[in-house]
């Protein structure tokens, strides 16, 4: 596997410590941590930060049971609740999603294909399967978009991204990523919005993919 160079921002890991990402986020990027042991690193002195804290705020009122709660909330994520191993190109946090079993892929045309892993109010969660060569459809963002690419690797506007690489998106950036040669690019995406995809045919085709 070739060096990270898209690493998580470090207000996120900061939101993920906290346990205040949404759940799409959050599984997100616990993948990438599983993967990058730099992100790791960060995101134990953030946890350690917030236990800290708690520790400052038993002084006044918490009881202990109370702090042990919220302490093990902090050391473990929601997305971790049921440790699942790596299996393939798919982390820890996505095995669980998957409840250890393989994607069931559903096809998107043009050899693209999507597993949604989850999918509510706070947003969406799926993995994308493109075919060397082959484009993600033109689109905005209404909110934030996570991509973590698991094998293979793309390129768009803003660089190029490997295994392990995360690329952090939001309604500002309209980019077209297009796989690269070599193995099929398989990515974990996460959204707060569905995306507006900005070619008409897509578009209509959207409520049936929910994308
Ligand atoms: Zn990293
Ligand atoms: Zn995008």
Known sequence: MSAINHHT???LLAAYAAGSLPQPFSMVV????????????????????????????DEVAVSDALKDSLLAMLDEPA??????????????????????KPPRWKRLGMGTRQCILSSGPEGSVRLLYIPPGQAVPDHSHGGLELTLVLQGSFSDETGSFGVGDLEVADETLEHTPVADPGAPCICLAATDAPLRFSSFVPRMLQPLFRI
């Open 30 to 57: 616990a993948a990438h941590i599983s993967l990058c042991l730099e992100c790791r690193a960060a995101y134990e002195s953030h946890a350690a930060m917030g236990g800290a804290v708690l520790e400052a705020v």
């Open 9 to 11: 921002p470090d207000a």
């Open 79 to 100: 997305t971790e609740a049921r440790p699942q191993p790596r299996s393939g190109v798919y982390p820890g946090p996505v095995m669980e999603a998957l409840k250890g």
